[in-house]
């Protein structure tokens, strides 16, 4: 394992903040989230990315997989959000279709986004990837033999991230090609609360994605494991579907031929 040095570490972060696919993309993908101490639950979804003169883009929808929970039927509720990352990073949500998109701010961001999943807004936005200010740690190992590039991405002063008490949140990339592997969020007393680890890519229509993703809470020790389970890259979506104040359903926009994965 070898260490760069500053200036490489900081061209480094700066060419992951620049990565994207070529074209836009979706992607239908399946959370399971699984108790330390209580049964798997499962969820369904859809993903619709893009970037803009801001930075990445996103819209989910998110709802229960199932009707049915230990056999008793339940209400089938469903979650948006419009995700808009990089430097002025915004999260909207709604619960209803027929609802508009709430802005979503302070300590709200770190509220799950369903009651029975660890995934927050902040999970999915990822605001630290811009954050101005950092520490270069150093290599690490990454499983038997990958490296990791790790770097200590710090809140800014009055941010909502250091209102919650997050120290820092520590971003490790591939050292060979400068893609995600593991995010740690650490609170003041330089504990890991939460980890983020991609566990798989794979090749779709000639370009990588991250397959599959689990979030581990360490005082609870429960995880939701994120999997993409079809998708479709370099195509090009309705700018609408990215509006919050659009009051058009996901449903509504272009069905995409995904490839199942």
Request: hydrophobic share 40%; aromatic share 12%; with cysteine.
């Amino acid at each position: 394992m070898e260490r760069i040095d500053a200036e490489e570490g900081a061209q480094r972060l700066e060419a992951f903040r620049r990565q994207r696919l070529d074209g836009d993309f979706c992607f239908e993908f399946e959370l399971e989230h699984k108790p330390r101490r209580a049964r798997t639950v499962r969820y369904q979804g859809m993903m619709w990315g893009s970037w803009n003169e801001l930075g990445p883009i996103t819209r989910f929808r998110v709802e229960p997989a199932s009707a049915t929970v230990d056999g008793q039927s339940h209400e089938q509720q469903a979650v948006e959000l419009i995700i808009q990352n990089g430097v002025s990073p915004q999260v909207w949500i709604r619960r209803s279709d027929s609802e508009p998109f709430q802005l979503v701010q302070g300590q709200a961001l770190f509220d799950p986004i369903l009651p029975d999943l660890l995934y927050s807004p902040f999970d999915l936005q990822m605001p630290f990837v811009y954050w101005d200010q950092f520490t270069y740690e150093g290599p690490t190992l990454v499983g038997a033999t990958r490296v990791a590039q790790q770097f200590l991405m710090q809140p800014p002063a009055g941010s909502a991230s250091a209102a919650r008490g997050i120290s820092g949140v520590r971003v490790g990339l591939d050292d060979t090609y400068n893609a995600l592997w593991r995010i740690e969020v650490v609170d003041t007393a330089g504990e890991v609360v939460s980890r983020f680890a991609v566990e798989s890519f794979q090749k779709v229509q000639e370009q990588y994605i991250v397959k599959r993703i689990t979030l581990t809470d360490y005082p609870s020790k429960d995880r939701t494991t994120f999997d993409v389970k079809s998708a479709t890259v370099g195509i090009s979506l309705d700018r609408e579907i990215f509006s919050p104040v659009s009051m058009r359903a996901a449903g509504d926009f272009e069905a995409y031929i995904l490839e199942n994965l």
